[in-house]
């Protein structure tokens, strides 16, 4: 089962528990039943599900909820607790400190996307303030140091290796003396991929450990390998102490269950989550986060951390031009940009509270259809029409359908929608419900 289908299991569980009128032993159990189900199914380790079984139907039976919580909400509560539990609990620190050299040396099986990975730290801690660079050791395979230089021109990560060596601890001793002389405060070594059982590849791990003394080993576990990283993680524990791990390729196709559950037997903490594709498709661990979104509960604080992190800043005079109903299709357009940002819109619905329980996938999908239609709509309009969406008569909205690819209606569509758009944001004005929040994007007073 795909962590997106353990997402959904877990949350149907937790619908059927809601619908009841009351709560007894029989519900509790069925509950239990459920959870074992969809966990053993994305291959979480069956000793840590029966103990987990085990503690949920305790607590859910003998605890007394608290005042003003009914039986349900209890309920509901000890299974998110329990699996936040199982995870960790305490949410990831960034693993450097700031104003000294930080060596994060990274580790992992061929293949499981530790080259990409450590561009994508760089990047995360990059964009903290950090000043970041990646050291590439990795001389086995072909094209690794072209891979991460084209990965990291993309954002702006210095990168330090040789294509003509065939020695990496040498490679990796030069690159972190040279940025540690530049002061680079972060410095992402990648080492080649091994496997546990590769002893030669095993004692050059414990040669660069060695020679560069990282402040911290990373390894990098695929999320799609399920209870095999538990193997792995401690086959690479044994030979250089890990400091903590990352899950790479958690994203729709991963059995992440069996990933999470099994190295958080090694000790290491989990730090990082890799989620898609994309340089910035990582973040912190969250126990508590990432179990709030495997049972639908959504993941607001980090959806606000994305917003923050996309920089989506309303200018104080568009502000106040869309509160007092002035909104154009080009600030529509805007918008949307700035949503998409964030990344795709499943990814940002699933971090609204109850949202994950309302929308279906399909619905979901017409929406990111419906992204695309719309700016291509407005991007065929001119700029006249855009302004004052107003003079598209039959003639003009037949014109921008042929010129974006789709039909009158959905131009007419559009324009009803914007005209909605319009008429709420002018009676928030009015209510004075969005002032403050707004006068914080916009970087001062609106007008009243």
């Given amino acids: 089962m795909t962590l997106e289908k353990l997402g959904a299991s877990l949350q149907q569980s937790i619908k059927k528990l809601l619908r009841l009128t009351s709560v007894d032993e029989k519900a509790v159990k069925e509950l239990v039943r459920d959870l074992q189900r969809a966990l053993l199914q994305s291959d979480v380790n069956v000793n840590l599900v029966l103990e987990l079984s085990k503690r949920i139907q305790s607590r859910a ?4 909820p608290p005042p003003g919580i009914s039986r349900k909400e209890h309920v509901v509560k000890v299974v998110y607790d329990e699996l936040a539990k ?3 609990e305490k949410p990831a620190k960034i693993p450097v400190k700031p104003g000294r050299p930080n060596v994060i040396m990274l580790v992992g099986i061929q293949g499981s996307g530790k080259t990409t990975t450590a561009v994508k730290i760089a990047s ?38 040789n294509e003509t060596s065939k020695k990496p601890v040498e490679i990796a001793l030069k690159g972190v003396e040279k940025f540690k002389q530049g002061g680079y405060e972060a410095i992402v070594v990648d080492t080649a991929g091994r496997h546990k059982d590769e002893r030669s590849l095993i004692k050059e791990m414990k040669q660069i450990w060695d020679a560069v003394k990282p402040d911290q080993v990373m390894m990098v576990i695929d999320g799609t390998i399920g209870q095999q990283a538990g193997v792995q993680a401690k086959a690479f524990h044994e030979a250089t102490p890990l400091g903590s791990i990352t899950v790479a390729k958690l994203d729709g196709s991963a059995r992440g269950g069996g990933a999470l559950s099994a190295v958080a037997a090694v000790g290491a903490p989990i730090v ?11 973040e912190l661990f969250d126990p508590v986060r ?21 920089e989506i800043v309303v200018p104080q005079k568009k502000a106040r031009d869309i509160l007092s109903g002035r909104m154009t299709l080009e600030d529509l357009l805007d918008q949307m940009e700035s949503v998409r940002k964030l990344g795709p819109l499943s990814k940002i619905l699933r971090m609204v509270p109850g949202l994950s329980f309302e929308l279906p996938e399909e619905a979901v999908r017409l929406g990111e259809e419906k992204f695309k239609a719309w700016k291509a709509i407005i991007q065929s309009m001119t700029p006249e029409e855009r302004t004052n969406p107003k003079i598209l008569n039959s003639s003009r909205i037949r014109r921008v359908a042929r010129g974006s690819g789709t039909s009158e209606k959905d131009v007419r569509e559009l324009i009803r929608q914007f005209e909605t758009f319009r008429k709420l944001a002018k009676s928030l004005k009015r209510k004075a419900l969005p002032f403050k929040r707004l006068e914080r994007m916009a970087g001062g007073k609106l007008p009243t």
């Fill in 272 to 282: 990082f989550l890799g989620t898609g594709e994309k340089i910035e498709d990582l």
């Fill in 124 to 161: 995360f801690l990059a964009k903290r303030g950090f000043k970041a660079a990646v050291v590439c050791a990795d001389t086995y395979r072909p094209g690794a140091l072209a891979q991460v230089k084209q990965l990291a021109s993309q954002v702006h990560i210095p990168v330090y290796g």
């Fill in 86 to 88: 199982l995870l960790g």
């Fill in 61 to 64: 039976l003998e605890e007394e």
């Fill in 290 to 310: 990432f179990v709030g979104r495997l049972l639908g509960m959504g993941d607001l604080q980090g959806l606000l951390e994305k917003v923050k992190e996309a």
